[in-house]
């Protein structure tokens, strides 16, 4: 059943076949996870987000437009809710971000095998602007396209495209002062 399409999963779902939603969570999970972590900075808040997000899609399912990719629907859920949650958390907790060396890029199978090029690749995104990192995140690690990067996080295209190239550029500044300074360093 793991080979099903999203549209055939959903319709078992929307048939009552409530069991059918939980492949669609095995499937985006680490995705999920990947963008809220990227918001929120924290593995145990990151994990509660996706959890709620995918409550919200299965309850809203049903108004979901089959014209688009279930994917896009559920990140732009994810990605809203985990604003709310960092606006929160702001709002009424005073408190610093996690600022710890794990990343959400241990959870990608595509990231390089040497644990020091995960270190400074993790390095240099904390340095980056939130938006940022979700840009960078969404387009090389979910490799997903600028048309759906606007969709998800609600932002016009034209913008997307600015922001990727600025956010390359910052990341690529950033990973040079981190390789300068290890190598001072040596």
């Not at 997000?53 to 049903?62: E, G, P, R």
């Not at 809203?80 to 907790?93: D, E, F, P």
């Not at 794990?102 to 199978?109: G, I, R, T």
Request: with cysteine.
């Amino acid at each position: 059943m793991n080979h099903l399409s999203d549209d055939i999963i959903i319709s078992r779902v929307l048939q009552g076949n409530n069991d059918a939603f939980g492949l669609l969570v095995d499937k985006y999970k680490s995705y999920c996870f990947t963008i809220a972590f990227n918001v929120v900075k924290n593995d145990e808040e990151a994990e509660e987000i996706a959890q709620e997000s995918f409550i919200k899609a299965y309850k809203s399912l049903a108004k979901f437009n089959k014209e688009a990719k279930f994917s896009t629907w559920l990140y732009r859920i994810v990605f809203n809710t985990a604003l709310t949650a960092q606006r929160k958390a702001t709002r009424y907790q005073k408190t610093e971000f996690d600022n710890s060396m794990h990343s959400p890029l241990d959870f990608q199978k595509n990231v390089s095998e040497h644990e020091d090029q995960k270190k400074y690749v993790a390095k240099a995104m904390d340095q980056l602007l939130e938006a940022d990192k979700v840009a960078l995140t969404l387009f090389y690690f979910e490799e997903m396209s600028l048309e759906e990067i606007s969709e998800v996080t609600g932002i016009a295209l034209s913008t997307i495209k600015v922001r990727l190239h600025r956010a390359r550029k910052r990341f690529a500044v950033e990973l040079q002062k981190l390789l300068k300074e290890e190598a001072i360093n040596l």
